[in-house]
């Protein structure tokens, strides 16, 4: 068995990365056919020719941006909150959209926004796509924030109260810097989640307001072409970095926090 | 700290009182998204469920149980049926190929979350990209039937891509991490003496691993496969784009009725009865939807 595990290891993280590496390998071939004919950048030049293209990433970072901030700012107020006070209600809405599967999220939010239009005269549109990922994010970060929570100390808080600060003050001054790494951690969670998104995205959106992935879905769709793959290694390689990024910032406010 | 009484006691109440009262007007944003944008939806779906479908595709009076029993037509029973199946055989694929790989991580000291990592990057990573990959390497006109044509091994492209074992795979690979992660948690906290002792009293390391170490990560196995199982059984896109349409599953038949077909009502009642079928597989495998938060 000791020979078996690193072998089995091996070919199991093979069949993790190579479909992204080969993937990746071909968006520089020079031939449209799915055979290596030499290298080329052409279709990446083609994601920077393509206007929809760069409408739909720019409708993705609005919406993720949009979404990450307004479900962390009220998921780290929930968070808290639910961290020694028993709100029964709040927990068991929360789980349960977690449990919930996006396909029925997706089409309760589009039935529901339907039936408000019809009182409010509006459309479905980007507006719509954010309200859906501020939904189903918040209880990623709630989730995120009350592990951060584990470890806090309450003593802490007692200790600025003593000192004569008031509540606002201690949460802003003690509570909201200890819990920043965990913070950052929620918000890049939301981010990856709300970009990535397609099934709930595509039911709530409307008609000029395209996101990236689904232009990659209707791009897959129509067949081969080795711009998706372009597109599909820039998205990779810029959420890598952007959660590298992030990984680093967390990581050194964990440090400066245990210095302190 | 001394004197007589608990020494705290005034500064703990006060700061009891004070930090509760913020934290009743922290839970309100939270709580007003919820009771907006996720049961108020619900309950309109519930709603509609219970209506009949409309001449121009919309919902209309009477209310009715119909849609209800539509649901169990043997049609549409195959469809629910066949889900409930690939979910299954996905969960258990993921089982079988994330056990001994969560056994490597949790046995290799030193490079734990490297490993681990390496594990979870693909997650991070769009779902909808990997599942592209695979659709780059299986279609007809993909990667591996056009190596097999050049190589003059086939003479047509060999059928890999848009059937149920194409959407299958498409699920394990997509849902793999999430079995390994609870997976390795328990096999991490798992005594190696355990397996030792076995061993020195004669078992041979796979009799070793099958009844010691397989048992005692029981709750890592229902955890994972409880994590795979449902997304699984709720998927759209896999069954969308690696089954082409052929592997109808239920999540396909919901976001139908909701836009081509237009019957909202019976697309209503399909979402209810799948997310009837998620929290009964939830509770019933122990774990209340509490723990998981």
Known sequence: MKRFLPVYAAAAYLFLYLPLVVLGVFSFNSSKVAMWHGFSWQWYAGVFHNTGLLEAARNSLIVAVTATAVSTVIGTLAGYALWNKRAPVLTNSLCLSLLTPEIVTGVSLLAFFEWIFRFLHMQLGLHTVILAHISFCLAYVVIVILARLRTFDPSLEEAALDLGANEWQTFRRVTVPMLLPGILAAALLCFTVSFDDYVITSLVAGVNSETLPMVIYAMARKGVSPEVNALSVMVTVGLGVFILIAGRLEQAQAAREQRS | ?293
């Not at chain 2, 979350?113 to 693909?122: C, D, G, R, S, Y």
């Not at chain 2, 009293?201 to 709750?219: M, N, Q, Y």
């Open chain 2, 1 to 293: 700290m001394s004197g007589g009484g608990p020494p705290t006691s005034f500064a703990f109440q006060k700061t009891h009182n004070a930090m509760k009262r913020l934290r009743l007007l922290f839970l309100s944003p939270a709580t007003a998204v919820m009771a907006l944008l996720f049961f108020a939806p619900l309950a309109i779906v519930f709603a509609y469920s219970l209506l009949t479908r409309g001449p121009y595709g919309g919902v209309m009076r009477p209310w009715t149980m119909e849609s209800y029993g539509r649901v169990f037509d043997p049609l549409y029973g195959e469809i629910l049926w066949r889900s409930v199946w690939v979910a299954a055989v996905s969960t258990l694929l993921c089982l079988m190929l994330g056990f001994p790989l969560a056994l490597y991580i949790a046995r290799s000291a030193g490079r734990k979350t490297l490993l681990l990592n390496a594990v979870m990057l693909p997650f991070w990573t769009s779902f909808l990209i990997r599942t592209y990959a695979w659709m780059f390497l299986l279609r007809d006109t993909g990667l591996i039937n056009t190596a097999l044509e050049r190589l003059h091994l086939i003479r047509a492209p060999l059928p890999l891509l848009f059937n149920t074992g194409a959407v299958t795979l498409g699920l394990v690979y997509g849902y793999l991490p999430f079995m390994v992660l609870p997976l390795y948690a328990t096999l991490e906290k798992l005594d190696p003496a355990l397996l030792d002792a076995a061993e020195d009293l004669g078992a041979s390391p796979w009799i070793a691993l099958w009844r010691v170490a397989v048992p005692l990560s029981k709750p890592g196995m229902i955890a994972g496969c409880l994590l795979v199982f449902i997304p699984c059984l709720g998927a759209y896109l896999t069954p969308d784009l690696m089954g082409g349409g052929k592997t109808v599953m239920v999540g396909n038949l919901i976001q139908n009725q909701f836009t081509t077909a237009r019957d909202w009502p019976f697309g209503a009642a399909a979402s209810l009865l799948l997310m009837a079928i998620v929290l009964i597989v939830t509770r019933s495998l122990g774990r209340k939807g509490e723990e998981l938060i």
